[in-house]
């Protein structure tokens, strides 16, 4: 569901559910609207971090994942269905704690990255403007995919493992308020030095398509990571068994090396990333953009300005080697700064002491390219986005509207009539990608699309290809074309070509018609 | 007075080459470093080349010439694009032209590199290459057409308007009415699949959809009038083609 629903209950009932005052029916009943109720879901989920007695039963992990989980998913009786069990198991564990008398966690308090910046607010949302059910002047009335009935009978605690998920090798679980770590034998680089005022200018960033051995840990609490995981400063992604790669929010690709611990931040009014590595091997690759880097270790701090390339990031024990695999950037060590040359590895302790050593790159790039994601997500837009969310995928609809169908949102053409006697009555609608990015070798896009139109044609900047719709009319079809089919006059979209709006158009003799599109994506595979 | 002129000119000279070696030096060998590595890519190497387009020299000029006739299709087109910036360079149009001309950019599968030259001549304004450029504008490729079209538009030369009015009568004619095929196999390498297999059924583009404008574009730019088909054209230029001069 992705707006709250007229019926959804009052604030005094949703209190009263975390407080456990409810009588039994009440409580079957707003269990039942929670499962489906994204807004509601994350009302209690924002509101027990902040009143909920100790917490420290429940996976920190798992609850910043409740909160993200009003967050529209594709499969939506799946996610109805785990929300459901999650929100009842929090509930559940929280109406239980309720009557303890310690107080409330300092550890949730100071962790206001994890907090949703929206209100805690059980009223009616408003609808978005933007929001257009179908026309019929627009669109002809096509058989809608049949809404998925609801889930009366949850699936025997499906996410259940998920509470209790820990790595085949993990250590037994610490004693509250002692640090151990898993290796002490490896150099443990202490947190980066910030201040309160930095630590307020600090994101958490995002994870997208992790592949991998891929573990998030937060403080004792650890799970696998997933796609869309937020993780801050104080959040650790760790390897064990083996390596692992994920894109950190659509621009830069990160492989870990087994073994490897690392935390990432971006400073958001600087945009600068962070990476402070406490042990093995991290590897980032900017996809072709230019991007401000800062490792951190113990007091020294190199920052890698303009970084266009490759980079790895190596500890080893009480020093870490940062080494420009390719491609160019600008190194600054304190208050030097110069160009990074490629093979040339910059080795710096804890305490400050920097040396310089020319090393060979070539096994370092064939183990990123091992690691790497097969395939990277450039773009990615599937309409059901919230404008209060964070967005790994920023983008505006300037022609067209989205439009709600059965399954979520999805993007209409706007119907133009033709102004001139004997031109056709056109359909268009077109995103503006708020982050452009360059076209390289092997890119596709891909979309999914319900047109009444026997062919219509997607244009990217100046460059088009015509797509031969080859289904019935009012069902839905995947599509999939190379960028390198798109082209402007004779001449092909080349590698580097900007990629910043996709237009969906076609024209048609009658009076209306549809051409609705979905789940619009730009992947880059690798070969 | 005369020791002062000699002694600028002298300082002058020397100011030239040595200083801009050593300038171009290092840039250079970051490019060949990158450009001819082993198992460079086509990204690689068009990465490679935007980097080293920054700097608009003749030095720079000379470094890429080579690839808009050597190298592979991708970076020959894009290598053209990126001459195109190069204004206040005499030797870019001279290097363009020569591409244009050479036997290597001749075939029908380098027709996209063509078309790519024709428009940085457009944009370069260079009317060292009008007889070339007039030369196309009634090529057997639509795409190059068009492109050497709308290059004399944006050249504006004199010597354009008759092959312009040629080209207008014919595709007025008949010969007008062949269709277009917008992808026309002018790109090499890219397998359309199904879903951009053209539609039996749609009807394409005439060549006269696609060149009538740009062709009566091009004439209105070089000669500030407008006429709406061959036959006043005509009309009009063999009135004026003994008096004619470009307005600026």
Known sequence: MNTMEKSCPTTEALAGWLQGTLSPQERSHLASHLAACDECRRAVAIASTIDAPPAAPVNEILLSRVVAASRPRRLVPLAAA?????????????????????????????????????????????????????????????????????????????????????????????????????????????????????????????????????????DQAEAKAVSLEKAAYKDKFATRNGGAAFSLEARTSVMLEKGSEVAFWHAKTDDIYSLALDHGLVMLDTEGSSQKWQISFGKSKLDFMNLNGRLAVESRGDRMSALLLDGTAELKIGSMAKKAQIGQEVVFSSEGTVVEQKVETQKKLARLDELRPKVFTAFNSTFDEKNDEFQPYPYAVVAGKRALGPTGF???????????????????????????????????????????????????????????????????????????AFSFEGTPMLPTDPVENVRFAGSTDKKSGQLDIDGVQFLRRVR | MTLTASTLIGFLALLGSPQDDKTFQPILKKFREEYYKVGAKDDDKIAAVNYLAQHRHEKVVAELAPLLTEASLPVRIITARLLSQFTSVDSAPRELVASLKSQANSGKKQSSVRIEILRSLGVLRCKSAAAEVSKLVDDKEVWVAKAAIDACGRIRFAEAIEPLLKALKRIEGIAGDAEVNPLDDLIEGVGRGSLLKPDPNQKRPSERDVLKAPILAALSSITKQSFASAKDWDVWWAKNKSSFRMAD
Not at chain 1, 437 to 454: A, E, H
Not at chain 1, 463 to 483: C, F, H, M, T
């Open chain 1, 82 to 218: 785990a929300a459901a069990v999650l929100a009842l198991g929090l509930g559940f564990t929280l109406f239980h704690k309720k009557d303890t008398t310690s107080p409330i966690p300092p550890r949730v308090a100071e962790r206001p990255a994890y907090v949703e910046p929206g209100p805690v607010k059980p009223v009616a949302k408003p609808e978005d403007p933007r929001v257009v059910t179908p026309s019929p002047v627009a669109t002809l009335p096509g058989p809608e995919i049949p809404k998925n009935p609801t889930v009366t009978e949850p699936p025997k605690d499906p996410v259940k493992p998920l509470l209790t998920e820990k790595p085949p090798d993990k250590p037994p679980t610490p004693v509250p308020e002692t640090v151990v770590e898993p290796k002490p034998v490896v150099h443990v680089a202490p947190p980066p030095v910030t201040t309160p005022a930095d630590i307020l200018s600090l994101a958490p960033v995002f994870v997208i398509d992790p592949v991998g051995d891929l573990w998030l840990r937060r």
């Open chain 1, 410 to 484: 999805y993007l209409q053409a706007d119907a133009l009539a033709a102004t001139k006697a004997g031109e056709k009555n056109s359909l268009s609608s077109e995103i503006h990608l708020d982050r452009g990015f360059g076209v390289v070798t092997g890119m596709v896009i891909r979309f999914r699309y319900r047109t009444s139109l026997p062919n219509f044609s997607v244009k990217i900047g100046n460059y088009s290809a015509d797509v031969s719709s080859r289904v019935k009319v009012g069902q839905w079809n995947d599509a999939e074309i190379p960028l390198g």
